[in-house]
């Protein structure tokens, strides 16, 4: 299993919609598990069943607002803690950099309509399904399948588990999320949605219907509404404060060199990064704390991360801060 931790491109500004809606699913998923024994009709009355719009007896115990209201509500549902967990944290890696391209409006409009595509879509291919449909899968879908088209060169950064050894590797977005959707279409083909529980068809549909609308929100223009909700997702001021650095060495220098970014806000106020380095089976994860009114140019020095010398000794890192704006 490959579980992703973060990707390479940071957003250029807060992702104020993508945050709002992990905040809502948080919020639904609360009000769901508190709803006891009656949890169940909960599912079935907010979720999406086939049947209720194929079969008239029991499409009739529900009204017109109730079934159009489905459409949408279905994908703020979860099956359970790793589900949400799962679903939040892929929309939390993705989802700022396509709101941060299309913009908050357009991205709130796009996000809504993969995941209604993708439940239109598991529909039609389980129209008689009685199985209710819940999660956010679709519309993250889309949001990936949107990435896979607007970030290419990205790399995402992932945990692989090896027994017991974690593994970090930096994965291209495109291998990634292929490899995502191969899987998707293969499950598809050879399992039961009914006996898996889990609606891959509502997961290629969301991807295809990102791809494909994603021409579509990028011809838009911008309204009124966009612009006031892009004035509101105004510039970060900070940093990642996770990063991936791949220092560099001379041959015969026990000193690992490399350069570290952060904000001039970062740089008067102080800040505190945690640091991947990717350097044999050396300890990978440091923190690195930036003092107040640290300079353009000045280097930190990190002792006993550099490189193990034939005489037991091990040099330092040296990173050099380079002030600049994140956009």
């Known amino acids: 299993m490959i579980i992703p931790i973060r990707d390479t491109i ?82 939390y890696i993705f989802g700022d950099n396509v709101e941060d391209r299309l913009g908050s409006f357009y991205y709130l409009v796009f996000y809504l309509f993969c995941g209604l595509m993708s439940g239109l879509f598991h529909l039609f291919l389980n129209y008689h399904s009685t199985v209710p449909t819940i999660g956010a899968s679709g519309a993250i879908a889309g949001v990936m399948g949107a990435y896979f088209i607007l970030y290419p060169n990205a790399k995402i950064l992932s945990l692989v588990p090896i027994i017991i050894f974690p593994l970090f590797v930096e994965i291209p977005a495109v291998f990634f999320l292929g490899f ?59 940093t990642p404060r996770f990063q991936v650095l791949k220092p560099s060495s001379m041959h015969q220098d026990r000193n690992l060199y490399e350069e570290i970014s952060i904000t001039p806000y970062e740089a008067t106020a102080g800040t505190k990064k945690m640091i991947n380095i990717p350097w044999g089976f050396s300890k990978r994860f440091y923190n690195v704390n930036i003092a107040p009114g640290t300079r353009d140019g000045m280097i930190l020095r990190l002792k006993g991360i550099g490189k193990l010398m034939q005489d037991g000794h091990r040099g330092d890192l040296l990173l050099k801060v380079r002030i600049q704006q994140p956009w």
């Open 10 to 91: 940071p957003s250029q500004n807060y992702p104020v919609v993508n945050s709002t809606l992990i905040g809502i699913n948080i919020v639904v998923f609360l009000i769901q598990m508190s709803q006891g024994i009656g949890l169940e009709r909960f599912i079935y009355t907010y979720g999406l069943v086939p049947a209720r719009f194929s079969i008239p007896y029991i499409s009739s115990h529900f009204t017109l607002s109730q079934q159009l209201f489905s459409l949408i509500s279905f994908m703020f549902l979860h099956g359970g803690f790793m589900h949400i967990v799962g679903n939040m944290w892929t929309l």
């Open 180 to 238: 995502w959707f191969i899987m998707q279409v293969f499950n598809a083909a050879f399992s039961s949605a009914m006996a898996s529980g889990i609606a891959w068809w509502a997961h290629i549909g969301g991807f295809v219907f990102g791809i494909v609308s994603l021409k579509l929100f990028n011809v838009l223009p911008e309204t009124s509404i966009a612009g006031s909700l892009k004035s509101a997702s105004f510039k970060k001021k900070t």
